[in-house]
C-alpha cells in the first residue's frame, strides 16, 4: 500500500471515532422464535476522495460478514428516506447495527436515521415487540449520544492498539459476555483481544456524573486511553437488549492489513464469533418480517457486490451504494 493509500485509510478508518443484572422486559414473548433474522446496517457518507467514484455511501464489508457469520442476513439502510420509510423498515427488520465510520453524532443524515430507529427501538421494546441494537465504536457513541440527548464524548485516543478488557464486576453477570467460557473470559481479561482505533470516547467519570446514562447502562468494561483518560470500552442497557463496544469485534475475523493491529489469534477469532453469533440470537427474538419474499429478496445486500478495496483502504472489501 503506498502511503497516500494510508493515510487515506487511517482518516476512513480512524476518524470513525474522531467524528468517531440479566433482567430483560418482561412482557417479552420467550417463546417465539425467528429463525431467519434480518439485521440493518445504515450506510456510511463517502467522504474520501479515492472512494467517491464507487458510490455515495459504504458499508465495510467486514461488517457484514460479521453480521452473518452469526446466522443473519443483512439490509443495506440508505440514509436518505423519509421517516415513514425508515417505520416501514423497521416493521421487516430485527435489529440494527451502529458501524463506525465518520460522521456528526447530532446533525448529519447518519444521526437523524439513527435517532429515528432508536426512538422506534425503544417504543418497541416498551411493548414487548423485542428489537436489539448493537453499536460499534463510532455506534456506541452514537448510541451513547442517543441516550444522554447530548454529545458527551472526549479526547480518548487508542488508535491501532489492542488491549484486554479490564472487566468490571458486572461483566460476570452481563447478557454480552454470558455465553462465553471461563476461558475465554480469562484471556478477554488478559490477552489483547479487542482491536481499538478511535480518538474520542465516553470517559467513565463522564459517565458516572450523568444521570441518564448511568440509569440506562451498565459498564461492562474500561481502558486507558494515550491521554490516561479511562474510557469506556463496552456497555450494555439494563432495560433494552442494546449493546456498545468501542472496540471493533468484526477486525478478528475479517480485516487483515498487515499494517494495522488487528487481534487474529484463536482466542480473538472466538471472542468475534460468540459476540456476533450473541447478537444474532438477540435477532431471533424479534418477530418483525418482510410482507413478501420477493420484498425481502431486494431489500438484502445480496442485491450488491462489494468492490475489492485493499490497495486503496484500510478494508478488503467495500459494499458501495
Ligand atoms: C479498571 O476499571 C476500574 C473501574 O471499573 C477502575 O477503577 C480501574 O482504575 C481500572 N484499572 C485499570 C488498570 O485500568
Ligand atoms: C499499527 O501497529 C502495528 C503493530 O503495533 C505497527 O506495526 C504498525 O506500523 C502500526 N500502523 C500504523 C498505521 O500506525
Ligand atoms: C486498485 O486495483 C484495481 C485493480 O485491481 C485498479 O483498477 C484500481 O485503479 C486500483 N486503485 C487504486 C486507488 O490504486
Known amino acids: 500500500m503506498s502511503n497516500t493509500g494510508l493515510s487515506m485509510y487511517v482518516c476512513l478508518f480512524f476518524a470513525c471515532c474522531f467524528c468517531c443484572s440479566r433482567a430483560m422486559p418482561t412482557r417479552v414473548n420467550q417463546e417465539a422464535v425467528n429463525d431467519r433474522p434480518v439485521i440493518g446496517v445504515l450506510t456510511q457518507l463517502v467522504s474520501d476522495e479515492v472512494m467517491k467514484p464507487f458510490g455515495r455511501t459504504y458499508i465495510p464489508a467486514s461488517y457484514v460478514k460479521y453480521v452473518e457469520s452469526g446466522g443473519s442476513r443483512v439490509m443495506p439502510i440508505r440514509l436518505t ?113 479487542t482491536g481499538n482505533f478511535h480518538h474520542y470516547g465516553l470517559t467513565l467519570q463522564t459517565f458516572q456524573e450523568n444521570e441518564k446514562l448511568q440509569n440506562f447502562f451498565t459498564v461492562l468494561s474500561t481502558n486507558v486511553a494515550e491521554n490516561e483518560a479511562l474510557f469506556i470500552s463496552t456497555l450494555e442497557a439494563k432495560e433494552y437488549p442494546f449493546y456498545g463496544v468501542q472496540w471493533h469485534p468484526e477486525v478478528n475475523r475479517f480485516q487483515w492489513d498487515r499494517k494495522l493491529n488487528f487481534p487474529h489469534s484463536s482466542h480473538a477469532v472466538q471472542l468475534s464469533s460468540r459476540l456476533a453469533e450473541f447478537f444474532v440470537e438477540e435477532g431471533r427474538r424479534s418477530l418483525h418480517h418482510f410482507d413478501s419474499p420477493e420484498e425481502d429478496a431486494s431489500s438484502l445486500i445480496y442485491n450488491y457486490t462489494p468492490v475489492y478495496a485493499g490497495n486503496f483502504s484500510g478494508y478488503e472489501q467495500v459494499y458501495f451504494f
Do not use: H
Not at 416501514?88 to 439513527?114: C, M, Q
Not at 458527551?152 to 455465553?179: C, Q, V, Y
Open 81 to 193: 428516506l423519509t421517516t415513514a420509510e425508515y417505520e416501514n423498515i423497521f416493521r421487516k427488520i430485527n435489529g440494527l447495527l451502529f458501524i463506525g465510520g465518520a460522521a456528526d453524532l447530532e446533525t448529519s443524515d447518519y444521526a437523524r436515521v439513527a435517532k429515528i430507529f432508536y426512538t422506534l427501538a425503544l417504543k418497541a421494546n416498551d411493548r414487548g415487540d423485542f428489537f436489539p441494537i448493537w453499536g460499534t465504536c463510532m455506534g456506541m457513541q452514537l448510541l451513547t449520544v442517543l441516550v444522554a440527548g447530548e454529545n458527551l464524548l472526549t479526547k480518548t485516543t487508542a488508535e491501532n492498539i489492542s488491549l484486554p478488557l479490564n472487566l468490571t464486576t458486572e461483566a460476570d453477570s452481563s447478557r454480552m459476555f454470558a455465553g462465553l467460557s471461563e476461558e475465554l473470559m480469562k484471556a478477554l481479561a488478559q490477552e489483547p483481544l
